[in-house]
């Protein structure tokens, strides 16, 4: 009983009193309101290096940073003779997470790069969002002239956002694993959650277009793939509670050099044989 009640405080009243605080904050300053909890959202909770984690990252061949304005980008480094693939995690995690891929794909001669996030595993930094992975993702692939990116989840989606905003790069192919597709739609989660105001919500549009290039609309993978000419693919499975598969077919169905794989049973995650099977034959039959 007591576990129960602690999960639903953690996940129902804490959540409900922090929007409560934010939306009076909103009735005397809605802008700064807006700025302070668009600051707030994009700080991931976890997802920094634990100890059970770091003998996998310790066993590649070498381990760099690459320097991102003030900050260092942690990579990870398998090397070998073939192509340079770089590995893009998602929200709340780090490069450990590829480690089934890594050992499902250890017999093929490509050359891993693994790199932690913005505020993610051991990358620096306090603040995480499409923008700035995108832009690390950016200084990633020019520093070692990466030519194939595999994203899973927020990860997928500062990819696609790297592509279409660095259009002369390196990077040949893309496979997307999970991705998101709408930024309005991730926020809308954290909203519902914390139950926020009209008014918040206002603020958060106004500090949200004094921070950003673009307004909110414009952040979404079907966007990001108009622009982006290289060929590539989409792997969504039909049961993903985290991004719903209409996400994953609104990217493919947008992005015109690209194919779909639905799987099922596999989840937000894709940590599965058949998965990796996938990306080993589409990595042997359309890398050029």
């Known amino acids: 009983m007591k576990n ?4 639903w405080f953690k996940k129902t009243f804490i959540p409900k009193a922090i929007g409560f605080y934010f939306n009076v904050f909103a009735l005397i300053a809605k802008k700064k309101a807006g700025a302070s909890l668009l600051s707030l959202i994009s700080k991931p909770r976890k997802g920094r290096i634990q100890d059970f984690q770091r003998k996998m990252l310790n066993n590649c061949t070498f381990k760099e940073t690459v320097p991102y304005k003030e900050l260092h980008i942690q990579t990870y480094h398998w090397v070998k003779p073939g192509r340079k693939i770089l590995l893009c995690h998602g929200w709340e995690s780090n490069s450990w997470r590829w480690r089934k891929l890594l ?16 505020a993610h595993g051991a990358t620096t930094g306090n603040e995480a969002t499409g923008l700035i992975y995108g832009e690390m993702i950016a200084a990633v692939v020019e520093k070692y002239q990466v030519e194939v990116i595999i994203g899973h989840s927020f990860g997928g989606y500062g990819a696609l956002y790297y592509l279409a905003h660095f259009p002369k790069n390196s990077v040949k192919f893309m496979i997307v694993l999970a991705s998101p597709d ?11 959650a914390l139950g926020v105001s009209s008014r918040l919500k206002d603020g958060i549009d106004l500090a949200f277009n004094e921070k950003y290039p673009q307004n909110q609309a414009f952040y979404s993978g079907t966007n990001f793939v108009k622009d982006i000419a290289i060929p590539g693919i989409v792997i969504h499975d039909v049961k993903d509670s985290t991004n719903k598969i209409e996400e994953g077919r609104r990217i ?8 779909l794989f639905e799987t099922e049973g596999f989840e937000h995650a894709l940590q599965s044989p058949e998965v990796f099977s996938i990306i080993r034959k589409t990595l042997e039959k359309s890398i050029l």
């Open 4 to 7: 129960t009640f602690t999960k």
């Open 252 to 259: 493919a169905e947008s992005w015109k050099s690209s194919t």
């Open 103 to 118: 050992k499902n794909l250890e017999d093929t001669n490509y050359y891993f790069i693994a790199m932690d996030g913005p």
């Open 182 to 192: 709408r930024w309005l739609d991730i926020a809308e989660q954290f909203y519902n």
